[in-house]
């Protein structure tokens, strides 16, 4: 699966991961819910990029917000504009979402959750599933709630095995995902620090997943998805390295010319993919391409990768 990520898995990045390596199942980023009783519910903006599925693969909706009524609104929303398939967002840990009452947050409130699971499970008529972080500050947290998802009928749940407060400090905790995975019948997709095919192995046979999740290393690197099927052996090479970098970047802001309005919104969000990648030996021509102000100063810049 790839991963939401707030700000880098809008419809032109996931298009370009379906074309190139085609994910198994792709996340909007997060839908945004209105807890305001006069405006709960979802966007315009984001019921335009609902859907069931993008070029034939599996879409799922994701929503972060809090308050039963708010949550179901914004599922029947999501389904009447063509959703079939939705995620609840427990896991973010920036911002009001960690601290407040969405994202992680919600683990904060474990007993509001008795209320606002079963409802969104029979709000959905689709699939239901969960993204988590292991807990708020107790990584044995999840455990207590695995019950609740269970009697409810959550689908099956993704598992980043950080707490809340951890952000991303520390490494991924893939031995809390073992016992997640040994102490449920529900499927559990593993995600957290999968940055190269030997990682995603080792996770896999270490916890029993039923799947991964890449995020940040699929950003980084999108040929993981085929080095993990066993498509593309072994890590690529310097020289393979920069080429790759070189047709991404490039097709991403071709791709990001016609989804956003102008050389700086377009830089701004290609910017965003360029945090992901921390190539020791490339850190001269990215921060010449971070530098950039114009798309064409940009483009040129690339002629550095290679």
């Known amino acids: 699966m790839l991963a939401p990520m707030q700000g880098l898995t809008n419809r032109a990045l996931r298009a370009y991961f379906i074309e190139h390596v085609r994910p198994d199942v792709i996340f ?128 099956f749940l993704v598992l980043h095995p950080r707490t809340v407060v951890q952000k991303y400090d520390g490494v991924a905790d893939q031995g809390v995902t073992a016992r997640v995975v040994g102490e449920t019948r529900l499927p559990v997709i593993a995600n957290g620090d999968i940055r190269s095919a030997s990682a995603g192995g080792r ?12 995020g940040r290393g699929a950003i980084a690197d999108p040929p993981l998805f085929l080095r993990l099927r066993g498509k593309v052996t072994g890590e690529p090479g310097r020289e393979e390295r920069r080429r790759e970098l070189d047709r991404y970047l490039r097709e991403i802001v071709s791709r990001y010319g016609q989804l956003f309005c102008g050389d700086t919104q377009v830089l701004n969000k290609v910017k965003e993919i360029i945090a992901y990648l921390d190539d020791p030996e490339l850190a001269k021509p990215l921060k010449e391409l971070r530098r950039a102000k114009t798309v064409r100063a940009f483009e040129a810049a690339l002629h550095g990768l290679c």
């Not at 996770?203 to 890449?214: F, Q, S, Y």
């Open 28 to 155: 909007t980023e997060f839908m945004r819910v209105n807890s305001a009783p006069a405006g709960a519910g979802l966007t315009a903006v984001d019921l335009r990029d609902i859907a069931s599925e993008q070029d034939g693969v599996p879409l799922v909706v994701q929503l972060v917000g809090h308050g039963r009524e708010a949550l179901v609104l914004a599922a029947r929303a999501a389904q009447e504009a063509g959703a079939a398939h939705l995620n609840l967002n427990m896991g973010c840990p920036y911002g009001r979402m960690g601290g407040g009452m969405t994202g992680g947050g919600m683990l904060r409130y474990p007993d509001d959750l008795s209320e606002v699971i079963p409802a969104l499970r029979d709000a959905i008529a689709g699939s239901f599933s969960v993204k988590i972080r292991a807990g708020y500050d107790d990584p044995d947290q999840i455990l207590s709630l695995l019950p609740l998802f269970e009697s409810s009928g959550v689908d």
């Open 203 to 214: 996770v896999l046979g270490e916890t029993g997943a039923a799947g991964l999740m890449l």
